[in-house]
């Protein structure tokens, strides 16, 4: 199997999210420059948890796609396994992501169908946000930790990793949506 081919569930979440990025127009574009510059959220000296002997630098931006803005750090040596090893940061409006907003049962019930179809080692995470999870893809080398901070800042929180073992960085990946939470 192709390593670098997305899982089934990575498409759909980006088909969706592709299909409401080009109903959004103009005004997702100036959502997009409205949101926090997830470059600030994090230090390379909080990145470096994941490679104590790597040189981590500053994230760079990565391109602005309407409704959202990421930041990408990345290190070492790229691999036939998984390619280069990586860690985003992205926030997305959630009032251009789901117009007619979320109520906090909507949220629940995302976060649990995440939980559910999140990979074999996804879990809820208490204490963040309106609600928050962790999920593995395994075959693609890929964990994410994903925060809803809808009522408090509108904001969709994820910190994903891509590179070599992505399950043994749970902790390290929660520790991050945490902090970065506590930056917006």
């Avoid at 002997?53 to 990421?70: D, R």
Wanted: charged share 15%; proline share 8%.
């Amino acid at each position: 199997m192709n390593p670098y081919r997305p899982s089934r569930m990575r498409v759909l979440v980006v088909a969706s999210v592709v299909g409401v990025l080009r109903l959004a127009g103009p005004e997702g574009a100036a959502a997009a420059a409205s949101l926090p510059n997830p470059c600030t959220l994090l230090k390379p000296a909080d990145v470096q948890a994941f490679a104590p002997n790597a040189k981590i630098g500053s994230g760079v931006m990565t391109a602005n796609p309407p409704l959202a803005n990421a930041c990408a750090y990345t290190w070492g040596p790229r691999t036939s396994e998984w390619g280069e090893t990586a860690l985003n940061v992205t926030v997305m409006d959630a009032s251009q992501v789901w117009p007619n907003g979320l109520s906090a049962a909507d949220i629940k019930q995302r976060v649990v169908a995440e939980a559910q179809i999140g990979g074999p080692d996804a879990a809820q995470i208490p204490g963040i946000g309106d609600g928050a999870v962790f999920t593995t893809a395994p075959k693609t080398h890929d964990a994410k930790a994903m925060a809803y901070l809808v009522k408090a800042k509108g904001i969709l929180l994820e910190v994903s990793f891509h590179g070599g073992n992505p399950l043994a960085q749970k902790d390290k990946l929660v520790a991050l949506l945490k902090a970065a939470a506590a930056a917006l």
